[in-house]
T-cell receptor, first 110, second 113 residues
Framework: KNEVEQSPQNLTAQEGEFITINCSYSVGISALHWLQQHPGGGIVSLFMLSSGKKKHGRLIATINIQEKHSSLHITASHPRDSAVYIC????????????FGTGTLLAVQP | EPEVTQTPSHQVTQMGQEVILRCVPI?????FYWYRQILGQKVEFLVSFYNNEISEKSEIFDDQFSVERPDGSNFTLKIRSTKLEDSAMYFC???????????FGDGTRLSIL
């Protein structure tokens, strides 16, 4: 069964801390997406990666295909980073849907 | 920057009524999706649409659900006879290439009474 697991479920950090959110998936994928869900509910796509590392501002996403694991890092965290961060797997082939993880609720305190 | 827009932002409907959720995808995108998120749960895939037909649907997407792209710009999700368990946030997404990032709307919160 294609499953996507995230850890931790909840994360509280102090402003300025380096944050890591982890994602693992059960079978081989074509790509792994990271998304951000705002407190109001809207979803924003952050990254899609199938190998290596991508960086955008203070956000860095990495993936290890052999270990079926991806991480999202936030450097110099800020209270405005508070949101739910979700990883989603794209398995490719006959399907083009995303399979979502349960999300990590991040709260960055000033 | 172009964005996906969804209307209404909140819909309250009596059980058994029909509801239509509307989405305007990004104009040059070709692949369209509906997802839903029941309160407190993860986002779930409902249906994908390409070249004016459904390309994939989940087991949630039963005969009560339908999708349409009536005029080349709008993309709609219809629920024929709503049930209490249809209460959820419904997200529309689009992409120009199915291997690329999907762009999401802000969602429609559907409340069934």
């Amino acid at each position: 069964k294609n499953e996507v697991e995230q850890s931790p479920q909840n994360l509280t950090a102090q402003e300025g801390e380096f944050i890591t959110i982890n994602c693992s998936y059960s079978v081989g994928i074509s790509a792994l997406h990271w998304l951000q869900q705002h407190p109001g509910g809207g979803i924003v796509s952050l990254f899609m990666l199938s190998s290596g590392k991508k960086k955008h501002g203070r956000l860095i996403a990495t993936i290890n295909i052999q270990e079926k694991h991806s991480s999202l890092h936030i450097t110099a965290s800020h209270p405005r980073d508070s949101a739910v961060y979700i990883c989603a797997a794209y398995y490719g082939g006959a399907t083009n849907k995303l399979i979502f993880g349960t999300g990590t609720l991040l709260a960055v305190q000033p | 920057e172009p964005e996906v827009t969804q209307t209404p932002s909140h819909q309250v409907t009596q059980m058994g009524q029909e509801v239509i959720l509307r989405c305007v995808p990004i104009s040059n995108h070709l692949y369209f999706y509906w997802y839903r998120q029941i309160l407190g749960q993860k986002v779930e895939f409902l249906v994908s649409f390409y070249n004016n037909e459904i390309s994939e649907k989940s087991e949630i997407f039963d005969d009560q659900f339908s999708v349409e792209r009536p005029d080349g710009s709008n993309f709609t999700l219809k629920i024929r006879s709503t049930k209490l368990e249809d209460s959820a946030m419904y997200f529309c997404a689009s992409t120009g290439d199915f291997r690329d990032l999907q762009h999401f709307g802000d969602g429609t919160r559907l409340s069934i009474l």
